[in-house]
């Protein structure tokens, strides 16, 4: 997965309470994108940020749902008030910047695991 | 927008032969093609990739070829073992930042 390491990896909430999920890209790549996958299913794109800069979140659900990739420190993608429908797999994946060889090449972490009970 | 339809959904074969999986895209614009592979519990992981100046890739026992007057592109492995039993995903980008995804092929090889 060429570094990209996201935190933690499994992550239990009970309903109502917020979710804070780590991406820390690869070393140098400025492109952060977050994806969910329900089981059995697909990769559905959610945001894409580069430093400091939401660049399109039209994936991620308008309400409960925000994310951030500051300055300094990792990505969080940061669901509030969580449902049982929020349960899934939301991987982070990272490309290099722009002008640089391969930034359209995204590569990604292991996932983070929500539950919510 | 790019959309990207993948078949088979669900590819069973023996060890030993071959496994294709296929997919379409919609965007002529589109000019970059990777393929991941996701095993149980992990991250997709880019396994090769293609781009719209030539037809074939090939990287030992993978190999993908792209089709861009009918738009499509294709994932072969061959001799496939059973490390090779994964969900495997094709991708189009047209350059920039937004790399539109297959749904998936689960694949099985059986021993």
């Known amino acids: 997965n060429a570094g990209v390491m996201q935190n933690p990896r499994h992550l239990v909430r009970r309903r109502g309470q917020e979710a804070r999920l780590r991406c820390s890209p690869v070393?140098?790549?400025?492109?952060v994108y977050w994806y969910r996958q329900l089981p059995e299913e697909g990769l559905k794109f959610m945001v894409y940020?580069?430093?400091?800069?939401?660049?399109?979140e039209s994936g991620m659900p308008k309400e409960r749902f925000s994310a951030e990739f500051p300055k300094e420190g990792p990505s969080i993608l940061r669901i509030q008030q969580v449902v049982r429908g929020d349960s899934a797999a939301y991987f982070c994946?990272?490309?290099?910047?722009?002008?640089?060889?391969?930034?359209?090449?995204?590569?990604f972490g292991p996932g983070t695991r929500l539950t919510v009970l | 927008g790019e959309n990207v339809e993948q078949h088979p959904s669900t590819l069973s074969v023996q060890e030993g032969d071959s496994a294709v999986i296929k997919c379409t895209y919609s965007?002529?614009?589109?000019?970059?093609f990777p393929w991941y592979k996701q095993e149980l519990g992990k991250g997709p992981q880019l396994i090769i990739d293609i781009r719209s100046n030539v037809g074939e890739k090939k990287d030992q026992r993978i190999a993908v070829t792209l089709n861009k007057t009918a738009k499509h592109f294709s994932l072969h492995i061959t001799e496939t073992q059973p490390e090779d039993s994964a969900v495997y995903f094709c991708?189009?980008?047209?350059?920039?930042?937004?790399?539109?995804f297959g749904a998936g092929t689960r694949l099985f090889v059986k021993a």
């Open positions: 991708a189009a980008n047209t350059g920039g930042f937004k790399t539109i």
């Open positions: 994946a990272s490309s290099p910047p722009q002008g640089a060889p391969g930034t359209d090449t995204q590569y």
């Open positions: 070393k140098g790549h400025s492109h």
């Open positions: 965007d002529s614009a589109s000019n970059y």
């Open positions: 940020l580069q430093k400091e800069n939401i660049i399109d």
